[in-house]
């Protein structure tokens, strides 16, 4: 992580930043309510900030789907209490499961890790939490050895839908060999505090239902809208037909305002949602609005000379007017910025066991590659993904202290 404020210590720009929640914009009012939703609580909990520019980023939701006890009973993998969650409970299926006189049934429950979800995220955890496993549980807990397992459950036929099949078929291979279950054409239907209530479809097309007793279960699948998103989206007509987000034009402007742009897995912009495409939608906008600044800059110098050369002498008039020219092109040039455009840079997954998978764009055309050396540049593009070097550094030597000391197994 990187904290916003480190960041912010470096713009020269004037920065004024409120952790808080925002819970309601108005934009007829053009101003968002914001909250204090911390332990510590002052005088003042809640107010609004005005914006005559404002760029909604929140993000979404986990989409349970209506599936009854999805909410109440799964981890997510969204926020970084959702992470330190999954940690705890990795560790309480762990002891509960060598607690004395412990049933074997039971203790096969508590060591069964469900993942919900076949994109790169539910596989990449699936693959972590193996060698968690491999690497660091079973030296600690030597007892778990022989019921520990982790299963992979997908509604789709294949895991890894947007890779190609060579990967797919090298995934689904790479995970036997490290003994975790592919549970694909599985769509689940009840969760309850042990179990899961799914429906299996046959290769004949026939369904089948099915109970998984469990110890974890995290969901890694779907999106769903903020309620501030969907607030915003009553308030715009032009957005009532959507369901999926704020739709938005070329520029990322939200349809039906004037000042408001969208980014991320909240805006529906025709691009699958994800990291690449939020980043990318990022750096446009920054550049959209330093151009939108030196316009004005370059505005105000131009009205400038207009009144100098009204006033200046002849030989005085020329210079301005050349400078006046100049500045004119300039202005042309920074007006001159194109809509936003998505470049695939290709996509990449971690499988475990020091292996990864990608699909690379490359000068027009894709390159599918997986195994170790795949997994060298997962991690090369993992670092190049960080904010700053003392990210990038602390990133490294993490990696390094888990390969020669282990993760840390303590409950907290």
Not at 146 to 154: K, R, S, W, Y
Request: charged share 25%; proline share 3%; aromatic share 8%.
């Amino acid at each position: 992580m990187e904290p916003i404020r480190n960041i912010l210590r470096h713009k020269k720009a004037t920065v004024k930043y409120y952790e808080a929640d925002a819970t309601k914009i108005d934009y007829e009012r053009k101003v968002v309510a914001i909250s204090d939703d911390s332990e510590i609580k002052g005088d003042m909990t809640s107010t609004e900030v005005p914006f005559d520019m404002l760029v909604v980023g929140v993000g979404a939701e986990n989409a349970t789907f209506g599936i009854p006890g999805v909410k109440e009973h799964a981890c997510f993998l969204k926020e970084v209490g959702d992470a330190q969650k999954i940690r705890k409970r990795i560790m309480d299926c762990v002891e509960t499961a060598s607690f004395k006189d412990q049933s074997d049934e039971e203790r096969k429950r508590l060591l069964h890790m469900v993942v919900v979800g076949g994109g790169p995220t539910g596989v990449e955890f699936a693959g972590e939490l193996q060698d968690f496993f491999e690497q660091d549980l079973k030296k600690w807990v030597p007892e778990i050895t022989d019921n520990f397992h982790v299963t992979l459950v997908e509604a789709l036929p294949n895991v890894l839908p947007s890779f190609s099949k060579h990967l797919i078929d090298y995934t689904e291979s790479a995970f036997k060999e490290e003994s975790i279950t592919i549970r694909t054409k599985t769509m689940v239907k009840n969760v309850t505090d042990k179990t899961i209530e799914a429906e299996f479809t046959k290769p004949d097309g026939s369904k089948e239902k099915e109970t998984l007793p469990y110890g974890l279960l995290v969901w890694a699948t779907g999106n769903a809208l903020r309620p501030v998103v969907r607030d915003l989206m009553g308030q715009i007509p032009a957005q009532k037909d959507s369901r999926r987000g704020l739709t938005v034009n070329e520029y990322l402007v939200v349809n039906g305002t004037e000042n408001i742009w969208a980014v991320g897995d909240c805006a529906i912009a025709n691009y699958a949602p994800t990291a690449q495409v939020a980043s990318q939608e990022g750096a446009f906008l920054a550049r959209l609005f330093n151009s939108l600044a030196k316009t004005d800059t370059i505005k105000q110098e131009l009205d400038q000379l207009s009144v100098a050369q009204s006033t200046a002498s002849a030989e005085d008039r020329n210079s301005i007017l050349n400078s006046i020219h100049d500045l004119q092109k300039q202005l042309r040039r920074t007006k001159n910025i194109g809509p936003f455009a998505y470049s695939h840079q290709g996509s990449l997954s971690y499988i475990g066991h020091d292996k990864a998978v990608a699909d690379i764009s490359w000068f027009g055309s894709n390159f599918a590659t997986g195994g170790t050396m795949t997994y060298f540049f997962w991690k090369s593009a993992y670092l190049s993904m960080c904010f700053s070097t003392r990210n990038r550094l602390l990133v490294c030597v993490d990696w390094v202290k888990s390969k020669m000391f282990g993760r840390d197994v303590s409950r907290e």
